[in-house]
């Protein structure tokens, strides 16, 4: 069976200061920085109060009031950026076609505020007294779950657990997916939320910026020392293109290949490895790759990636244009990857290419051009976006701006 050509026909974000994708494309290009002071939980035991978090959102404003009670932030997160997806893609989902939509999930921490809640009451009040409507929400599949019930969804539905890179792996499970016949079309998400646990846990690796220096994303910049947190939900609407022109969908982008790889040790060979077989297996090379989206956090992460994209482009990395989305959005751990994507989508559609703000001190070790401070006008044909996890997880893919 010859490959199926996958595409991107939809895309919904919900981030800080960004409901949408217009919203969060202006807002990118206009290179706001969303760290400010943590409101949803208390942060008196912290030396770090600063995180790119989610504000005022209502979720019965885009869901409606039905449903929503016992959902936890994550799954409420991602129903929201499902069905901005769902209704950017103006897909239908019917009886007809159900059947052949899938879903798939990247995320890490999403049923950690659960199972604390849940053993809370457990351990407080007692077994007999606790609430059984939270249990549910334990398991780590429970928000793409509620996904395919809220939306009627039957096809397969997935989950994938693998930190920053989780979104480009869920992407990748999913083209996989439409190549055997799997399904015609799947929602592809990437989220994870801020919640006291996430950020007590980040407190205690003493991961975070602020604990070390100032409280402040600034990759690629002598000063770094530390991710800021971010949370946020991203949705695409992946298809293969012969169902995407049957229902005269608007095609965003085109995805061109995926890789992945893992590699614990100290160096950056799965990342440069990862890239080596996107390259292979697209025909492709460093000269065809109009911009790179970064997964740079502002931690050791940085300078890892941008050894392992010199061992791969050589000389021509200083002309691509290298950017760091999570300057602006925080470390969104298994939303991040797929932001990123989502950003690359923006970059196509406004030809404006975000900053990397922030940035101040040049780094040798950082020696490209990283769009410091101010959007920058250009045609992207093609992107790369990489992502560099803790643990030894390596992702990369290559979308194209898609003719019609």
Known sequence: MPDKEAVISGV?????????????????????????????????????????????????????????????RTTLLLLASSKYAINDANLGITDNNTDDIGVCTGTTFSHLWSILEFDKEVFTDGIGFSNPALFPSNV????????????????????????????????????????????????????????????????????????????????????????????????????????????????????????????SSKNSNGLKIA??????????????????????????????EVSALSNVFGKRLKNVPLSSIKSMFGETVSASSSLQIASCLGCMQTEMIPPTINYRDFDLDCDIDCVANKAQKKDVKTALVTSLGLGGYSAACILEKYQN
């Open 12 to 72: 919904g974000v919900v981030v800080p200061g960004a409901l949408g994708k217009d919203a969060f494309w202006a807002l990118q290009a206009e290179g706001k920085d969303c760290a400010s002071l943590i409101d949803s939980f208390p942060t008196d035991d912290f030396a770090v109060k600063v995180a790119c978090e989610i504000k005022n959102f209502n979720p019965k404003d885009i869901l409606g009031f039905k449903g929503l009670r016992n959902l936890d």
């Open 140 to 263: 780590m599949n429970a928000a793409s779950s509620h996904v395919s019930i809220r939306f009627n969804i039957q096809g397969f539905n997935a989950t994938i657990s693998t930190g920053y890179t989780s979104g480009i792996e869920a992407l990748k499970y999913s083209t996989n997916a439409l190549k055997t016949g799997a399904a015609n079309t799947v929602l592809v998400n990437g989220v994870d939320s801020l919640t006291y646990p996430v950020f007590f846990g980040f407190d205690r690796l003493g991961y975070m910026a602020g604990l070390k220096g100032i409280p402040l994303s600034c990759p690629f910049d002598k000063r770094r020392n530390g991710p800021i947190l971010g949370e946020g939900s991203v949705s695409l609407c992946v298809e293969s293109e012969e169902t995407a022109k049957k229902r005269n969908a608007s095609v965003l982008a085109r995805i061109k290949g995926v890789s992945t790889y893992f590699d």
């Open 275 to 304: 890239i080596e077989r996107l390259f292979d297996k697209t025909g492709m090379g460093p000269n065809d790759i109009d911009y790179i989206s970064s997964s740079a956090n502002s931690s050791y992460i940085d300078k890892k």
